[in-house]
């Protein structure tokens, strides 16, 4: 299996991968163009990528690939739609990189309360203000509020606890039953997140669902004075509601990601945020600790390793969860060669589309039971069919 790592992963992590027999092409500079270029020179069943694009000409260009893994949790940068056209696995590395974006979180936190960076700078300058800097409000007692409860935002709550600080928390999938749990304040919105809190924190995965979910209704909602934090994608950031919110209300911002982030590691950076005195911005570090890709890393040779030696794609994320199968048929049979063949062929002549199959053998490999998802309309004659087969014993179908 060839593997081409578009981005850079440790050694130690190729040459794992080298030891299961894979071939690994290192190219982690592949961007664009010499990306779509290198897929179709080299033809990889496995393509690589952490921060790097995957568009659908890039998908096309391997007419061998099979899985696409993203080395790193969130894959807005991969045409995902594009890969299940083409029956290309994508998979992710959930969690890896949670302890490192909530450290960054807090060290956000910290920073819009004493102003760190602007302490900083003007000692750099030559400028002591010890009587400007001097006046932080403080973060104990006050509220931190969570948008989504993924593996990152429940390790952002365990540090901010330990900063005394209250938390009130939403996203789709928490009840007020888990929230008790979770010993934090439930909300049934956003924008109830944004009235109660002193601070607001994204984390929420980007996808059409949370597309601008800080909105202007939500910046409306917040506290005169309060910080913003974005550590997710600046697709979810509403950015013109965000800057009325920070002229109108002295709304304060911390950003690690934005619009029209620079494509490159390095560049210049001209982005209408970057020189407001109320917003800081990092240069999307969330995950960059040592700790964190060695973790990633590990769980990418993983994904690969299962997918070379089983079939199987671990943290896959698109695969349907409900197809369009209408039927189950069910055909008990005798485990001899072309059994299934003729049933499928029955299947075929009758213009059902298999969905979901799956064949279960019995003790002592006599018989086994075929299991077969299917979309197509009423006809008992096909079921009557499949029963006279040779080597079938019975065949049943029920309606989904």
């Known amino acids: 299996m060839t593997v081409l790592l578009a981005d850079a992963l440790s050694e130690a992590v190729i040459d794992q991968l080298r030891a299961t027999g894979c071939t690994v092409i290192n190219a982690p500079d592949l961007k664009g163009r010499a990306l779509t270029e290198a897929l179709s020179a080299h033809n990889p069943q496995v393509l690589v990528v952490r921060s790097t694009k995957v568009t659908e000409e890039?998908?096309?260009?391997?007419?061998?690939?099979?899985?696409?893994?993203?080395?790193?949790?969130?894959?807005?940068?991969?045409?995902?739609?594009?890969?299940?056209?083409?029956?290309?696995?994508?998979?992710?590395?959930?969690?890896?990189?949670?302890?490192?974006?909530?450290?960054?979180?807090?060290g956000l936190l910290l920073s819009l309360d004493r102003s760190l960076p602007d302490n900083v700078m003007d000692a750099r300058q030559g400028i002591w203000n010890k009587a400007k800097y001097g006046k932080a409000a403080g973060l104990k007692g006050r509220t931190f509020g969570v948008i989504g409860l993924g593996n990152i935002g429940r390790e952002v709550i365990k540090r901010v606890r330990a900063l005394d600080m209250d938390v009130v928390a939403w996203s789709r999938s928490l009840s007020r039953e888990e929230a008790q749990q979770l010993n934090i304040r439930y909300a049934a919105t956003p924008e109830d997140v944004a009235r109660q809190s002193d601070v607001v924190s994204l984390h929420c995965a980007a996808t059409a669902d949370t597309l601008a979910l800080a909105s202007h209704d939500f910046f409306d909602a917040m506290k005169e004075g309060a910080f913003f934090i974005n550590t997710t994608r600046g697709s979810v950031v509403d950015e013109a509601a965000m800057m009325k919110a920070i002229e109108e209300k002295g709304v304060r911002v911390a950003l690690d990601v934005f619009s029209d982030e620079p494509a490159g590691k390095t560049g210049t950076l001209d982005h209408p945020l970057a020189g407001h005195p109320s917003v800081y911005l990092t240069h999307h570090i969330g995950a960059s600790t040592a700790q964190a890709q060695t973790a990633i890393a590990d769980e990418a040779a993983r994904i690969i390793s299962c997918y070379a030696a089983q079939g199987e794609v671990p943290n896959c994320v698109n695969l349907s969860t409900q197809t369009p199968a209408t039927h189950q048929l069910t055909v008990r049979h005798l485990d001899k060669v072309g059994v299934l063949a003729r049933v499928l062929n029955e299947i075929s002549l009758a213009n059902w589309n298999v969905q979901e199959m799956e064949n279960v053998i019995f003790d002592q490999a006599k018989a086994a039971c075929a299991y077969i998802r299917v979309d197509g309309q009423d006809d008992p004659g096909v079921v009557e069919r499949i029963a006279g087969l040779d080597d079938v014993l019975a065949a049943t179908i029920v309606r989904l």
């Not at 790193?72 to 974006?101: E, H, L, M």
């Open 58 to 106: 890039d998908i096309q260009a391997a007419a061998g690939l099979e899985l696409i893994v993203r080395a790193g949790a969130g894959y807005d940068t991969i045409d995902v739609a594009a890969a299940s056209a083409a029956g290309v696995f994508v998979a992710n590395c959930p969690g890896k990189n949670a302890c490192a974006v909530a450290e960054l979180t807090v």
